[in-house]
């Protein structure tokens, strides 16, 4: 079946520039996750979803990076006028239910570079 | 706060032999526990998962890893490393909302011939 899907798979963006990124979840999961992995790092938590609603965005790490998921399906993770320290591996994954005791099933990532 | 640490940040070995990789927590309660592999590009797979009853849990790929309360670890070990299996290996710690987990930060898995 369908896993997690993201795109684009890499993206170059000039600091500065305002960047999407997408998330098509496995068909039917509840809840979404993005995080963020640096390089030579594990992924660090950014934000979650469950169905449309966005339940926790402690891990954001500034109001330059912003998430939605108005039907509560696909997601986009959006950050304005990127910076350098903005480059990373962002991971999207979801989960059947309400998490718990489910593990995340992740997509591939978008490596992002911001020159 | 809860926190993973993995202290091998790189592991060499031959295949064939036997692997451990090392995990430590800290948190609170009773954890649920991950091992996730990373290969080159792709995104994390899970390994195996530990929630509560039997401390020894057993993985895909021919993993186990075992829970120890009282050392607050969770080291995977495989009895016999094949070539496939390098690679990077990630340990995470989640809570009531587990996909809401905190990652050590890997372990670089090379196999030599």
């Known amino acids: 079946g369908a896993g997690v899907s993201q795109s684009p798979r890499y993206k170059v963006a000039k600091r500065g520039q305002d960047v999407a990124l997408r998330c098509d979840p496995i068909?039917?999961?509840?809840?979404l996750f993005w995080y963020q992995q640096a390089l030579g790092q594990g992924p660090e938590f950014l934000t979650y979803?469950?169905?449309?609603?966005?339940?926790?965005k402690s891990g954001l790490p500034s109001d330059r990076f912003f998430a939605e998921r108005p039907e509560g399906s696909v997601s986009t993770l959006k950050i304005q006028r990127t910076q350098q320290e903005d480059s990373a591996v962002y991971l999207c994954?979801?989960?059947?239910?309400?998490?718990?005791?489910?593990?995340?099933?992740f997509g591939n990532g978008t490596r992002l570079t911001v020159t | 706060a809860q926190s993973v640490t993995q202290p091998d940040i790189h592991i060499t070995v031959s295949e064939g032999a036997s692997l451990e990789l090392r995990c430590n927590y800290s948190y609170g309660a009773t954890p649920y526990l991950f091992w996730y592999v990373q290969s080159p590009g792709q995104g994390l797979q899970l390994l195996l998962k530990y929630f509560s009853g039997d401390t020894l849990v057993q993985g895909i790929k021919g993993f186990e890893a075992e829970f120890k309360r009282s050392q607050s670890s969770f080291n995977l070990r495989k009895p016999s490393v094949h070539w496939s299996d390098a690679a990077e290996y990630f340990c995470a710690v989640g809570n009531t909302n587990a996909g809401k987990s905190t990652f050590g930060d890997g372990t670089t898995l090379t196999v030599k011939p």
């Open positions: 979803f469950q169905n449309e609603a966005q339940l926790d």
């Open positions: 994954a979801s989960i059947p239910g309400q998490g718990y005791n489910s593990p995340l099933h």
């Open positions: 068909s039917g999961h509840v809840s």
